[in-house]
């Protein structure tokens, strides 16, 4: 079955701090693509990054770069100089690409900014 | 539009009510896809139209859940005789290419439906 597991349900972290957030998944495909979105009490699922499997080079968009592992199957994103914007609901996941447009998303992860 | 538009952003049904969702995509965008998040869940994938063509409904959960999307543009998913298990948020997304996942999706704000 393809999965994606985000093991942590909340984090916090201090305001300009740095704080990483896990994903792992499993698939037996070899050419995929990664995502993260972000969550707000909007409810609107906002992409934060993307990262395409058969790139070795960790994607970066501003203040969020990815960990990608591909042998370990872990797709971490960082986010340095956190800011109270960034409170949110952060999904990771993925798809297979071509006709296999279907997401699989993880259960997500409660991001919690402290002033 | 500028954006995926969503509507009713909050819908409260009776069980056995039946319920209409609306999804308004960006304009010209190919791709739809409808997604179903339960509290304090991923989304799930319900199903997928290219253009006016439903590809893929395999993730309906039941014959009581039903999408269109006649002309291509406008989508609305219909749920029949509505069950407390059918309580989460309902959210659409559309992309411009016809492989999505090069891309992404922008998704709409859902609509938080509650059944009573």
């Known amino acids: 079955a393809q999965t994606v597991t985000q093991s942590q349900p909340e984090m916090s972290v201090q305001e300009a701090e740095t704080v990483t957030l896990s994903c792992t998944y499993d698939t037996s495909e070899s050419d995929y693509y990664l995502f993260w979105y972000k969550q707000p009490p909007s409810r609107q699922m906002i992409l934060v990054i993307r990262?395409?499997?058969?790139k070795q080079q960790n994607a970066t968009e501003n203040r969020f770069s990815v960990n990608f592992q591909k042998a370990a199957k872990s797709f971490s994103l960082k986010i340095s100089d956190s800011q109270l914007g960034d409170a949110a609901m952060y999904f990771c996941?993925?798809?297979?690409?071509?006709?296999?447009?279907?997401?699989?998303w993880g259960a997500g992860t409660k991001l919690i900014i402290k002033p | 539009g500028a954006g995926v538009s969503q509507s009713p952003r909050y819908k409260v049904a009776k069980r056995g009510q039946d319920v209409a969702l609306r999804c308004d995509p960006i304009?010209?965008?190919?791709?739809l896809f409808w997604y179903q998040q339960a509290l304090g869940q991923g989304p799930e994938f319900l199903t997928y139209f290219q253009n006016e063509a439903q590809l893929d409904k395999s993730g309906l959960p039941s014959d009581r859940f039903f999408a269109e999307r006649p002309e291509g543009s406008v989508s609305t998913l219909k749920i029949q005789r509505t069950q407390q298990e059918d309580s989460a948020v309902y959210l659409c997304?559309?992309?411009?290419?016809?492989?999505?996942?090069?891309?992404?999706?922008?998704f709409g704000s859902g609509t938080r439906l509650t059944v009573v």
């Open positions: 997304a559309s992309s411009s290419d016809r492989d999505s996942s090069n891309y992404g999706y922008t």
């Open positions: 304009s010209g965008h190919v791709s």
């Open positions: 990262q395409e499997a058969y």
């Open positions: 996941a993925y798809s297979l690409g071509d006709s296999n447009y279907q997401l699989i």
